[in-house]
T-cell receptor, first 114, second 115 residues
């Protein structure tokens, strides 16, 4: 059974720091992995989608990597800003299993202090 | 392009009352999802439509929840009667296809409080 874990659960950093959020999954048989951002009381914003054949994706100050063999993905945020404060969730789409539904982590709550 | 639209944004009802949520997906997106997200948890898929057909409703509590997408565009999710444990954010998402490679785009969600 696929399980997704995100560590740490919460993180607080000063503005300007580079930081890494971690996502691990137990079964490497995945189609893709997606990183989302969620602001308090709001919906989810898709940040990056990495297909299983890809190693990384970049968008602006964000870089996501994928290592299927070790069951890990990282989201790197460069030069963090207070506006980056939010909860970051990762989700994997398994290749096998019940309708191959997205399997979600519980998220990392990020606070960037001015 | 316009994103996924949802309404209302907030709803407070008493237990045993009924409530309905509306979702308008991104234009041209064939696949529509309804998720329930309880505070501190990841989203849980309730139902997935491909056009106006149901692909997966295995986690939908069918004794009280219902959903429809009659013309393959807009969708409504209804709860009747509501229970305290239904308090959550209800998220609608859409994607351009059914294939697993397609990215899902989410709406702003409806926050439901059942008292």
């Amino acid at each position: 059974k696929q399980e997704v874990t995100q560590i740490p659960a919460a993180l607080s950093v000063p503005e300007g720091e580079n930081l890494v959020l971690n996502c691990s999954f137990t079964d490497s048989a995945i189609y893709n992995l997606q990183w989302f951002r969620q602001d308090p009381g709001k919906g989810l914003t898709s940040l990056l989608l990495i297909q299983s054949s890809q190693r990384e994706q970049t968008s602006g100050r964000l870089n996501a990597s994928l290592d299927k063999s070790s069951g890990r993905s990282t989201l790197y945020i460069a030069a963090s800003q207070p506006g980056d404060s939010a909860t970051y969730l990762c989700a994997v789409r398994p290749r096998v299993g019940n309708n191959r539904k997205l399997i979600w982590g519980l998220g990392t709550s990020l606070g960037v202090n001015p | 392009e316009a994103g996924v639209a949802q309404s209302p944004r907030y709803k407070i009802i008493e237990k045993r009352q009924s409530v309905a949520f509306w979702c308008n997906p991104i234009s041209g997106h064939a696949t529509l999802y309804w998720y329930q997200q309880i505070l501190g948890q990841g989203p849980k898929l309730l139902i997935q439509f491909q056009n106006n057909g149901v692909v997966d409703d295995s986690q939908l509590p069918k004794d009280r929840f219902s959903a429809e997408r009659l013309k393959g565009v807009d969708s409504t999710l209804k709860i009747q009667p509501a229970k305290l444990e239904d308090s959550a954010v209800y998220l609608c998402a859409s994607s351009s296809g059914l294939a697993e490679a397609y990215e899902q785009y989410f709406g702003p969600g409806t926050r439901l409080t059942v008292t």
